[in-house]
């Protein structure tokens, strides 16, 4: 490898700064911010001029990492495995992740068919410890059902313990769930996990910010939390010991101003100590999903269902407006019907119907879904345009 | 009986209306605190002139309950049976329970030796479910005893469940526990509490407003927790149904500016559903003894203990003063050691031992108990005088 591959788009220079810079890392973030992905790509990969604040050090250590790196491998191989490279200024950017300033992540790998950007803007952390007891796995699995039964996109980073019980739960109600990996994408981790993550990419998203084939190491498991702060409108812990990882992403929603939540438990259980501690301070206590949706359901910016859809109809991807016409003009319809309707597989029906459901134009009715009111309005007024 | 007989004194008068009015009433309380316990017992005894605010069915219903009324007799056969009659303006009388207004208990029948008011100076509520589950008693037995060996006094209603549990866990820890009835205290309620009860008069205290003989009424019981409110630094929660009594006092203690704390237990459990309600309102979450004394123990004008004994040695009452005399100048004395040093009883003792808790002269350290640095320097200033 040598210097002169040219790194002109941002796509590859992100790309390639992903491989160069650990997550969350702050000083990098900066000099993205400052001089533009590709500046700070074509720098570290020519050896100059060398970048601001770094010591030499630690400017070889960087230009040891960029060196053999190849974002085009990356980015064909992810393309081939069904994985996108979602970065700042795409369409499918969650615009809620530049809350992290400079340690927002330099872009987000990506496997399954729903927009990322439209499932966050209705989406809830669940998250806590590996080593769960079956109380904690229970009440994780039964509020990540409910959730989603309410329409609501299950976040959690597909550990075992709480965060697999509540993707499962999640994905049992025929729901919406997505996982926030410490590693590549294509590399689910724990191994023991590999069938449920992939039934996730399939069923849902599987997101991370690390490029293929990397590793989780247990920095990047605490740098992953912010991400899943900072994708959702809250998170809930579910048992947590004291000093626990879950505590962390807790503590990251609360600094980005979202919701902090905490299911209580046996004051005799160690693993309830660290939600109870939660608890004494900002987090709310919630004991089901009703409690979770009164909560974060009403933050007046992000709730569309209030004011009718936020986004035209006729601005609709045509996959999502497919689903959109084959919903029935009163009461509700399975997914297989409107799968069906919308010629398209039962899936993809469910990935748009909750990207659908951010966006105001349906509810979810049991194992049904229906127009909200406003979309019954809307369609109306653009079939008497039509 | 007829209107004749004089009701001169106070106590008597309070003794008196104690039979006529029911716990709490407002309206009676207010006659009290305008004319004068003796005045409002005359003026029911012989008929006139008719109270302020009151239908004539009311009036003709009081006058109906002042007749057969005999204090005298109430007195005396509580006397008899070791029950004291505490009323305001008495030195054992919680200037606390002065925060409850026109709803003030005219007076408590105290059973037990100890001094109520110094007892309740450093007292806290353990309350909740009679149909508690294992869960609930654990908890209860254990935060009481933990509250006991910290030195404060354990409150509750002595009722089955979790009051049952709180009580038996202060008195097995040798500590100190106050049970306040809806009934007359010489009349344990429920009967399958009798020994218990009475195990508390004896190395604590029985306390309630109603005279002796009374029984309990639905509303008796609601109204007895707004003494155990008043009466203490904070309310602890422990299992709690929605719309459960413990509420009730819980909200009573919030009202009158007293800690009010719930301890969490499992959202699968119905039981927790009230603390929990609790706990998402201002309760504070505590999951053990130390987590309430953190909280309640920073009261500057209620904390004795920061600031050296709120009382003169010379003017503890003598049997006080023998116990305190009993203990060494350094290090811990079991209760039995001082108690044959204040030559008493070792209930007596740790009755003392308690009140000079509340007055600061002492501490409780596991079984055994030591002078506070400011006692000492006290002991020893006194004894530079004498």
Not at 259 to 281: C, D, I, K, N, Q
Not at 299 to 312: Q, S
Request: proline residues 6%; aromatic residues 4%.
């Amino acid at each position: 490898m040598t210097g002169d591959t040219p790194l002109d788009g941002d796509l590859h220079a992100r790309a390639f700064l992903a491989r160069v810079l650990e997550p969350g890392d702050e000083v990098g973030g900066r000099w993205v911010r400052e001089l533009g992905a590709a500046e700070v790509a074509r720098r570290l990969r020519t050896g100059g001029p060398q970048l601001a604040g770094v010591t030499d050090r630690r400017w070889n250590g960087l230009r040891a990492r960029a060196e053999g790196t190849e974002p085009e491998r990356d980015l064909s191989a992810a393309d081939e495995a069904g994985v996108r490279y979602v970065c700042p200024g795409d369409v499918e950017w969650p615009a809620q992740l530049d809350d992290l300033g400079d340690a927002r992540p330099l872009g987000l790998w990506v496997r399954g068919r729903p927009s990322l950007r439209m499932w966050a803007l209705r989406s809830v952390a669940v998250v806590g410890a590996r080593a769960c007891t079956g109380y904690g796995a229970h009440v994780s699995a039964t509020l990540a059902a409910g959730l989603a039964e309410a329409g609501w996109v299950v976040v959690s980073g597909g550990a075992y313990g709480v965060d697999g019980a509540a993707h499962r739960g999640a994905l049992g109600a025929g729901g919406a769930t997505v996982a926030v990996l410490a590693c590549g994408v294509d590399r689910p981790y724990p191994r023991g996990h590999t069938e449920l993550i992939t039934r996730i990419a399939e069923q849902g998203l599987v997101v991370g910010e690390l490029p293929p084939g990397e590793h989780p190491t247990p920095s990047r498991f605490i740098l992953r939390n912010r991400v899943i702060a900072a994708l959702t409108r809250g998170t809930i812990v579910v048992e947590a010991a004291h000093r626990s990882g879950s505590l962390v992403t807790a503590r990251a929603a609360r600094r980005l101003g979202r919701h902090t939540m905490g299911v209580p438990g046996p004051v005799t259980s160690g693993l309830s100590a660290g939600v109870h501690e939660l608890l004494r301070g900002d987090a709310v206590l919630v004991a089901d999903a009703a409690d979770v949706v009164e909560l974060v359901g009403d933050m007046g910016e992000l709730a569309p269902d209030r004011r009718g859809p936020v986004l035209p109809r006729d601005l609709l991807e045509p996959a999502a407006r497919r689903v959109l016409a084959a919903l029935p003009g009163r009461g509700t319809a399975a997914p297989y019907d409107i799968a069906r309707g919308a010629q398209t597989t039962e899936d993809d029906a469910i990935a748009r119907l909750y990207e659908l459901r951010s966006l105001g134009y349906v509810e979810r009715h049991g194992d049904g879904w229906k127009l909200t009111r406003q979309a019954v309005i809307s369609v109306r007024a653009g079939r008497g345009r039509g």
